[in-house]
C-alpha cells in the first residue's frame, strides 16, 4: 500500500479548481464604506443586523473554539452541521462512479447517504460482536480506489467505543483518508483524538454543536485535520457556508458556556440510572453500556415496545432493522422527568 501523499488522492478538478473569490474575501483591510458585495446598506430592517454577509472563514470564532480545543484555527473546519463535512469529503476526495469508501456498520447512516448522493460504492465492513473493528478485513477491503474509511466513536447506535490503536493501525497503512466521528465526545470518559492529529496526516476528525453543547437546530459541525485539509474545505464549501446569526450565536454560548459541562454530567448520571432501571425490566435483554448520551437496549419484542411506547406518547428510535441490532431500541436520555415517565411506561407495560 503507498505511504499516504495528500497530492496523490485529491480529486483533478478540485486541484485545477480556482475557487470562488467573495467581496469578504478579497478585501481585508479597514474601511468605513462598504459598496463591494451589494449588500443593502440599511441595517435597521430587523430586530438583529443582517443585512452585511458574514465572515466566510468565522475567524473570531474558530478563535474561541482554537482554545478550547487546543487545536490552531487553521486546523479547523466549520460546517453547515457535521453533514456538510461530511460531503465536502466526499467531493474532494472521491471520483463519482470509480472511487470507493468503507463503513463500519452499524453506525451513523449520512456517510451511506452522502456516498448514494456522490454516485460512490459504499463497502461494508461490520464491526465484530464486540462492536470494535475488524482489522483483517477491513485491510482486505482496501484497494487502489479506496478513498475514505468512516469510524464512529462513540458509535451511533450502539454507544460503544473503538480502540484507538485499531483506528491508527489503519491511518498507518492506509493512503487515503480515515475520518473518526466524536459527535458524543464530550460524554466519552476518555479524550478525543485531536492531540494526534499531528502524527497522522491522513486523519480527519468531526464533532459538533448538535449533540453535547445543545444546539441541534443551528446547524454547526465541526472538523479538525491538517491544515492542507482544512485549506481543501475553504476552497471547496460554499462561500458563506455559516450565517451571522449562527456565528453570533455560537460565540455567546462559548463564552458562557458553564451551564454545559453541568448538563453534560447530569446526562452522565441520568445514563446510569437508566441503564440500571432498563436492566431490570421482564422484557429486556441486554442494555448496552454506552459512552453517549443514549443507551442501546435490545428487548425481547422491539417492535411492540416501540408501538406500545408511542401509545403513551413516548417515541424512541427502533434500530431492530438494523444489522447486529435485532430487536434494539436506541434511547436518548432525556431529562429525570423524561427518563421516569420512560420507566413508568414500560413498568406499567411489562409488570
Ligand atoms: C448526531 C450525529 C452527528 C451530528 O450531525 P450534525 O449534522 O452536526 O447535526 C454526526 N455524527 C454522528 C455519528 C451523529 O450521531
Redesign the pocket.
Known sequence: MAKFNLQDIVRDNIKKLKPYSSARSEFSGTAEVFLDANENPYEDLYGQKVNRYPDPYQLELKKKISVIKNIPPDQIFLGN????AIDLLFRIFCMPGKDNIIINPP??G?YEVSANINDVAVRKIFLTDAFQIDLEKVSAAIDDFTKLIFF?CP??PTGTSLKASDIFTIATSFSGIVIV?E??IDFADYNSLIFRLDEFPNLVI?Q????AWGM?GL???MAFASKEIIQLFNKVKPPYNISSITQQFALNALTSSNLVSERINEIKIEREKLFQHLGELRNVITVIPSQANFLLVKFEDAKSVYAELCKSGIVVRDRSNVELCDNALRITIGTPVENSKLIDALKKLYS
Open positions: 452541521g457535521s453533514d456538510e453506525t451513523y449520512m464512529c458509535n451511533n466521528d459527535a458524543y468531526l459538533t454543536f448538535s449533540k441541534a446547524r454547526l459541525g
